[in-house]
């Protein structure tokens, strides 16, 4: 397992805040939805069976994670909004933090 990964000219690394672009079917219609959040891991060894997993905050405070395969065809974009300067592979500790306190240890300057 390793910390980062690239997807098409990005490098994604564990601890960045990432906008992930994603279409679904809504009856006949078919629309985009945007979800930012963290990278909490990376999963697979091979290109076929990679996988993020990324945790937001929602508006009523309970976090939400999501498995992005990323070679789903439904994936639309991933854009980095924000790069981290942690460095371990697994960010399983931010579940229990409140927002101000992921900010201070994934984004300060080591």
């Known amino acids: 397992m390793s910390n980062s990964i690239s997807y098409k000219k990005d490098v994604l690394n564990v601890g960045d805040t990432i906008s992930i672009t994603y279409k679904f079917k809504d009856g006949e219609k078919e629309r985009q939805q945007l979800f930012k959040g963290i990278i909490l891991k990376i999963n697979g060894s091979t290109d076929e069976n990679r996988m993020i997993t990324v945790r937001k905050i929602s508006k ?31 960010l399983y500790f931010i579940r229990n933090l409140t927002e101000a306190e992921v900010k201070r240890k994934l984004y300060t300057a080591k």
């Open 60 to 90: 009523i405070g309970v976090g939400v994670e999501r498995i992005i395969p990323l070679i789903s065809p439904n994936l639309v974009d991933i854009k980095i909004d924000k790069k981290s300067t942690y460095v371990k592979s697994k």
